[in-house]
Every structure is written in structure tokens, then in C-alpha cells.
């Protein structure tokens, strides 16, 4: 399962890579991306999303206040 990493040499993750490390189909990315709820940015045409912005995403969606 693909992880977040806090390494800055690559500290963007792929529509894959998120889905792999929340247990979701990529579909299931594109809709959250699509309702606004999961924090992404589109570069080069490709969807980005910051490795700690979907860490923080979790936390707020699961309530733990970590």
C-alpha cells in the first residue's frame, strides 16, 4: 500500500497513490476531489494532492484531533 512520504523529493501523490493508501478505487478519489472534500491540485493535467493535506483530511473526516 502506497504511503504518504514527508520527503520532499517527492512530496506529491498520485490519484493511485491516494486511493491505494485510503482503500478506495480511483473513482472513488475523483468524487471526493469532485465534492470538494479532498484537498488536490491539477498540474501539468494530472491530479496532485500533498501527502500531510490527505493526512489532515483523514484526521478531520475520522474526528481524531491529532
Not at 504518504?4 to 485510503?22: E, G
Amino acid at each position: 500500500m502506497a504511503q504518504p512520504s514527508n520527503n520532499t523529493t517527492n512530496p506529491l501523490l498520485t490519484v493511485k497513490d491516494v486511493a491505494n493508501y485510503l482503500g478506495v478505487t480511483q473513482r472513488t478519489v475523483y468524487r471526493l476531489m469532485k465534492a470538494y472534500r479532498l484537498p488536490a491540485c491539477k498540474i501539468g493535467g494530472q491530479w496532485r494532492f500533498r501527502a500531510e493535506s490527505i493526512e489532515v483530511w483523514m484526521h478531520e473526516e475520522t474526528g481524531n484531533a491529532n
